[in-house]
C-alpha cells in the first residue's frame, strides 16, 4: 500500500469515527434543544428563565475551574505507558473533584460576593454546590473514551446519558414545573454518570496504583494551565453577554435572550465530535515532528464541519422568526433578532485552532490575547446593551471571535512557518458558505416569493426541502475536485 493510499485509508478511518461520535453529540445536542422546548411550555418565563440562570452558573463555574486538564489527557494518553496513562487518568479525575469543590462555593449562597443576578438561586442552599461537584467530576466521561479511541463506547454512553436526562426532567416539569424538583433530579443523574465514570476507569486502568505523583502533576498542570485559563477567557466571552443581560433585564428578558444562543453549542458539539477524533492523530504527528501532517488534519476537520453547520446557519438565519416562534412559542419572539448577531459570529467559529495551541504548547499567547479580547468584549456588549437592547448584547462576543480567530491564525503561521493562507483551506471555506448562502436564499424565495406561504410549519418544512436539495447538489458537483485535493495532500501527514 503505498504512503498517499495509506494516508487516505487513515483518513477515511477518522471521518467514519468523527460522523459516529458526531451523530451521538447531534442526538445530544437534540434533546438540549428539545428539552427547553417542553420547559417553556410547562413553566413560567420567571421560572424558566431561574432554570437558565441555574445552568449559565453552572457552565460558566466548568468554564474556570478544570483549567484544560481532562483535555491535557490527549497529549499524555497516546504517549505514555499503562501505568503513566493509569496515573495521569487519576490525577486528572481527582483534580476535576477538587475543582469541583471550589466551583461549588463560589456559586454557593454563601459566597459574600456572589453576584446580584445569583441571589435568586440562594433559595436552594447546599442543592447548586453539590450539584456543580458532582457535574465537573464526572464530565471527564464526556472525554475519557474519546481519548482512548473507543468512539463508539463514548456514542452509546453519549446518547443513553441523554435520552435518560431529557425524559427525566421533561417528565419532571411537566408534572410539576417546579425548578428544585429539576435540581434533585440533576443530582440524581449526575450521581449516576459518576459511577459510571468510574467502572469505566476501574475496568480500563484500575482503581488501584497510583493517584498522585507531585512531578508529574506538576508537568500536566503546567500543560493545561496556560491553555486552560485561556479557554477559560474564551468561553467567558461567549458568556459574558448573557451576564450582561441577566445584569440589566428582568429573569423572563433573560430567558428570552437565553434562546437565541441554542446555536453555539450546536455548532460547538461539531467542532467537539470532529476534531476530538481527529486529534489523538494530530498529537502523534506533532510528537514526530511532522507540523504540516498536524495543520492539515486539523484543515480537514474544519472543513468537515463547515459541511454540517454553514447550511444549518443559513436556514437558522433566514427562518428565525418561524423557528423560535413554532419551537419556543410566540412569547419568545424577541430572540430571533439576537439569534441573528450570533450565527454571523459562528460562521468563524467553525475553525478550531485551540488543539493546535495545545500541542504547541503557547498556552500564554492565548492567554494574553483572550484577556485583550476579554475586555474588549465585555464592554461592547454592555455598550450594545444600552444602544440597541438585546440584540446589542450579543455584538460583542461576535466581534471578538473574529479578533480572536485572526491573532490565533497570525500566531501558528509565525510558529510553523507556514504561510497564513495555508493554514485553512480558505477555498473550500467560502465555496461552502456562499453555496450555503445561495441555498437559503432560494429556499427563501420559494416560501416567501409572489406566493408566499402563510403557514408557519409548511415554511419551515419546504425551505428546510428546498435549502437541503440545493445545497446537496452544489456540493456534489465540487465533490469529485475535493477528493483530489485531498488525495494530493496527504503527502504533508505521511511524510
Not at 487518568?89 to 445569583?118: E, R
Not at 500543560?223 to 429573569?251: F, I
Not at 463547515?306 to 433566514?318: E, Q
Amino acid at each position: 500500500m503505498t504512503g498517499s493510499q495509506s494516508g487516505a485509508t487513515r483518513f477515511a478511518a477518522l471521518k467514519r469515527r468523527a460522523f459516529s461520535l458526531g451523530a451521538a453529540h447531534a442526538f445530544d445536542y437534540a434533546m438540549h434543544f428539545l428539552l427547553p422546548v417542553v420547559l417553556v411550555r410547562y413553566m413560567a418565563p420567571e421560572a424558566f428563565g431561574q432554570y437558565r440562570l441555574l445552568w449559565l452558573a453552572i457552565m460558566t463555574v466548568m468554564l474556570l475551574v478544570p483549567l484544560n486538564m481532562p483535555q491535557t489527557l490527549y497529549y499524555f494518553l497516546p504517549r505514555s505507558n499503562a501505568p503513566t496513562k493509569q496515573l495521569h487518568v487519576h490525577m486528572t479525575l481527582l483534580y476535576l473533584c477538587v475543582a469541583g469543590l471550589i466551583g461549588g462555593l463560589i456559586v454557593s449562597p454563601w459566597n459574600p460576593l456572589l453576584p446580584t443576578s445569583m441571589q435568586s438561586l440562594a433559595e436552594y442552599g447546599v442543592l447548586i454546590p453539590a450539584l456543580v461537584v458532582l457535574f465537573a467530576t464526572s464530565s471527564l466521561l464526556d472525554l475519557l473514551p474519546t481519548v482512548e479511541e473507543r468512539v463508539h463506547f463514548q456514542a452509546a454512553i453519549t446518547v443513553t446519558l441523554s435520552l435518560l436526562r431529557t425524559f427525566t426532567l421533561g417528565w419532571a416539569a411537566w408534572q410539576t414545573g417546579d425548578v428544585q424538583v429539576l435540581v434533585w433530579l440533576l443530582l440524581a443523574l449526575m450521581l449516576f454518570k459518576l459511577l459510571l465514570l468510574l467502572a469505566y476507569i476501574a475496568r480500563r486502568h484500575g482503581l488501584g496504583g497510583a493517584w498522585f505523583n507531585r512531578p508529574a502533576f506538576v508537568g500536566q498542570f503546567n500543560h493545561a494551565a496556560p491553555l486552560g485559563v485561556s479557554s477559560a477567557l474564551y468561553g467567558l466571552r461567549a458568556q459574558a453577554d448573557q451576564w450582561v443581560v441577566a445584569s440589566l433585564y428582568p429573569l423572563a428578558n433573560f430567558a428570552v435572550f437565553s434562546v437565541a444562543t441554542v446555536l453555539g453549542p450546536m455548532v460547538n458539539l461539531f467542532r467537539q465530535s470532529i476534531n476530538h477524533v481527529f486529534l489523538p492523530s494530530m498529537s502523534r504527528l506533532h510528537a514526530s515532528g511532522n507540523l504540516a501532517g498536524m495543520i492539515e488534519l486539523n484543515n480537514r476537520a474544519n472543513v468537515m464541519v463547515a459541511t454540517l453547520v454553514y447550511p444549518l446557519l443559513s436556514y437558522a438565519f433566514i427562518f428565525a422568526e418561524e423557528i423560535v416562534t413554532l419551537i419556543y412559542t410566540q412569547a419568545y419572539a424577541g430572540a430571533a433578532p439576537v439569534m441573528r448577531v450570533y450565527i454571523v459570529g459562528l460562521l468563524i467559529f467553525v475553525i478550531e485552532l485551540t488543539s493546535i495551541m495545545m500541542l504547541m504548547k503557547d498556552g500564554f499567547f492565548a492567554l494574553r490575547l483572550n484577556i485583550v479580547v476579554l475586555v474588549a468584549s465585555v464592554s461592547l456588549s454592555w455598550l450594545g446593551a444600552h444602544q440597541w437592547g438585546m440584540a446589542g448584547a450579543a455584538i460583542g462576543s461576535t466581534i471578538a471571535i473574529y479578533a480572536d480567530r485572526y491573532a490565533t491564525l497570525r500566531r501558528i503561521a509565525t510558529r510553523t512557518g507556514i504561510p497564513l493562507g495555508a493554514l485553512q483551506d480558505w477555498g473550500a471555506l467560502a465555496w461552502l458558505m456562499m453555496i450555503a448562502a445561495l441555498a437559503g436564499g432560494i429556499a427563501w424565495l420559494v416560501v416567501s416569493g409572489p406566493n408566499p406561504v402563510a403557514n408557519t410549519v409548511e415554511r419551515l418544512v419546504g425551505g428546510a426541502v428546498i435549502l437541503t436539495t440545493v445545497y446537496g447538489v452544489l456540493w456534489g458537483i465540487s465533490a469529485h475536485a475535493r477528493q483530489q485535493r485531498l488525495l494530493a495532500s496527504d503527502h504533508h501527514i505521511n511524510h
